[in-house]
């Protein structure tokens, strides 16, 4: 029996080195998760996330995070920020993309963002360029594309490219539900189609949006329902309406009750005797 010490020849502990170091040069780092980019907002705690402050590139200045008062989730690639009291936008490298410069701002969606200066409204695209002019008292929501806007009290329509459908004319403008808008003037209400053209003439008192081929209308002090050409399909004789619902709406009689019809107007639920 050899009991000699055992001994390690060096190039022997060379080749143990270079293969350990191999494989951990090789290990896979853990992955984010899935989506995790585009739902959190930048920890303004962690000055890691972004490069250093200041620092200018071609597409905008990089900050300090914690300089900024509000830092937004992502939308688009584009997170909204704050800084002294304008907002701007970042992009997912954390440069400004949109520079601080508005009043107000609104998240994308569809590409496009509801910005604010000096009162007046407008939309910016993803690469701030102004697509619908800033000069708006007033702006409703996308609705089948096409948006509600003001100037000096009267109200028309716009499509996403900025150009007029329907110019400012009405007192008061809604959003389009299954390709008609309401609109009121001198407090008589009809509706418009999205060519801007009025397809019920302006003879209510009171109008809610369509909903599921109908619509509740109001004159003469009580509701009743009409159809997309104006036809009355269920007559004017409820204190209150609500919306049809899965063929269904819920109506209202002045002592109080009140019960589901359906799209012919017979009772269906909760009828009274």
Known sequence: ??????????????????????????????PPKEGQLDTLSFDISDTNTLAKPEKKTKKGIIRDPKEYEEIDVYRQDRARIKLKGKYGFIDEDGREYIPPQYDSAERFEDSLAKVSLKGKYGFINLEGEEIIPIQYDQVGFWKEDILAV????????????????????????????????????????????????????????????????????????????????????????????????????????????????????????????
């Open 150 to 273: 003001a100037i000096k009290g009267q109200y028309g329509f716009i499509d996403k490219k900025g150009e007029e459908i329907l110019k400012p004319m009405y007192d008061w403008a809604g959003n389009f539900s299954e390709g008609l808008a309401k609109v009121e003037k001198a407090g008589k209400w009809g509706f418009v189609d999205v060519e801007g053209e009025e397809v019920i003439s302006l003879e209510y008192d009171g109008a809610r949006d369509f909903q599921e081929g109908l619509t509740g209308v109001w004159k003469a002090g009580k509701w009743g329902f009409i159809d997309p050409k104006g036809k009355i399909v269920i007559d004017f004789k409820y204190e209150k309406v609500l919306d049809f619902k899965k063929g269904q709406a819920k109506v209202f009689l002045t002592n109080g009750k009140s019960f589901f019809i359906n799209t012919s107007g017979q009772c269906v639920k909760d009828c009274q005797d």
């Open 1 to 30: 029996m050899d009991n000699r010490p055992c001994t390690v020849k060096p190039i022997s502990l060379l080749f143990y080195f270079l293969s350990g170091f191999f494989l951990w040069s090789c290990y896979p780092a853990t």
